[in-house]
């Protein structure tokens, strides 16, 4: 069948790091040196974050207004990304670029910090805007960033965020209503969410472990990933898209993955795959009790343990509404390595199989990738579900 759509050039930025060949040389080895001991929750816990150690570099003056975290690591995460958008801007028009990002965080972290300024000193900080909080902010900075004037929204569906915009960018395109689409998604570190999730009793004091039977949790990251899509023929191809939304409960999934199996069914018939055809999936894979039994469940209905799978959360953190970008990235990553040989990323946890779950193919170190298609799947609170899958020609 016809791709939906064309992946020009890809940048991401995660703590694994920024450049391409680093961040696959880590991914494939399973490096898990970059997670951070963090003792700032409330309810006195520690955990380990996924927090980008680099300093990210300021936005320049005239973008003052969106001066947060989460828009200086879209910023640096862009640099990469302009030389592509520049030439799809000579060939298209400005006008005939859209962009659609998914953020979960926003300038959350700055408007924490507000906060407590106004709770001391009666007064918010003179150089706040609340603009820097709304979810919208990130499409618009990159909007004004990158000077085009296409369709423009930001999509906020906690864990699914940055992995639906392929979607609606796949419809964008469909629809000529634009020529190219910038997507992708942002989220960094806010004591909202970390607190939030330990709240839930959700946060792993140590590095999480999905789906080992010792698993305890999530871990929290941060990352930004942005892409260029075009109709145009292209390096990698956006292959299939699925989603759902099974609304089941505001926090739990479906124990049964009802929902999650119509967006990974959803997505093969887009694409017009069978299972088979798959060579790698990057599982959801949260380390959480109920998300890891639900996602084994449905996987192994679907594909038996015949395909290669892992989490790479265990290496990043989950960054949340940067998630469906950045683990979307890692099978560009995947695909790209030098043909001569491909590994897939390696599941890393502790080996103890949990006899509960259903059995899936949790891929090993030096593994191989053996066709050259790759799905993600990507599930959120309130049911949401996404899977994608691209592939390469060759």
């Not at 520690?46 to 003052?64: E, N």
């Not at 298209?92 to 972290?109: E, F, N, P």
């Not at 509404?321 to 950045?326: F, I, K, V």
Request: proline share 6%.
């Amino acid at each position: 069948m016809k791709p939906l759509a064309h992946i020009q050039d890809f940048s991401l930025y995660c703590s694994l790091g920024q450049e391409k060949s680093l961040v696959s040389r880590k991914l494939m080895s399973g490096d898990v040196g970059s997670l951070t001991p963090f003792d700032g929750l409330i309810s006195g816990h520690s955990t380990v974050v996924g927090k980008i150690s680099d300093r990210l570099p300021p936005l320049p003056k005239s973008l003052g207004m969106f001066e947060t975290r989460n828009c200086r690591l879209l910023y640096a995460t862009y640099k990469n990304l302009q030389p592509s958008i520049e030439k799809a801007a000579n060939q298209y028009g400005r006008h005939r670029i859209a962009v659609v990002l998914g953020s979960s965080t926003a300038g959350i972290a700055e408007g924490e910090q507000a906060l407590a300024k106004k709770e001391r000193t009666g007064k918010f900080p003179q150089d706040y805007n609340y603009v820097k909080q709304e979810l919208g902010s990130v499409s618009d900075f990159i909007c004004e960033l990158a000077d085009v004037c296409g369709p423009s929204y930001t999509i906020s569906t906690a864990c699914t965020s940055s992995a639906k915009v392929f979607v609606s960018a796949a419809r964008l395109l469909a629809a000529d209503l634009c020529d190219a689409v910038i997507v992708g998604g942002a989220d960094t570190l806010c004591n909202l969410t970390l607190n939030g999730f330990d709240s839930l009793e959700a946060i792993s004091q140590d590095r999480s472990n999905p789906f080992s039977e010792n698993r305890k949790g999530i871990n929290i990251g941060e990352a930004s990933a942005l892409m260029l899509l075009t109709r145009d023929p292209g390096p990698i191809q956006l292959l299939g898209v699925g989603e759902s939304s099974d609304a089941h409960h505001i926090s739990a999934p479906d124990p049964d993955g009802l929902g999650a199996e119509r967006a990974i069914r959803d997505a093969l018939n887009s694409a017009g795959l069978a299972p088979e055809d798959i060579g790698y999936i990057n599982l959801h894979g949260t380390g959480t009790d109920k998300n890891d039994a639900m996602e084994s469940k449905v996987i192994a209905r679907i594909f038996g343990d015949q395909v290669p799978c892992s989490s790479t959360k265990p290496l990043t953190g989950h960054t949340l509404g940067a998630a469906g970008a950045l683990e979307l990235a890692f099978c560009c990553l995947t695909l790209t390595q030098p043909p001569d040989i491909k590994f897939v990323p390696p599941h890393i946890w502790d080996g103890a199989s949990d006899p509960m779950l259903d059995e899936i193919q949790l891929a090993k170190p030096t593994q191989t990738l053996e066709k050259n298609v790759c799905m993600s799947n990507n599930f959120a609170f309130g049911g949401s579900n996404v899977s994608l899958i691209i592939g390469t020609e060759n």
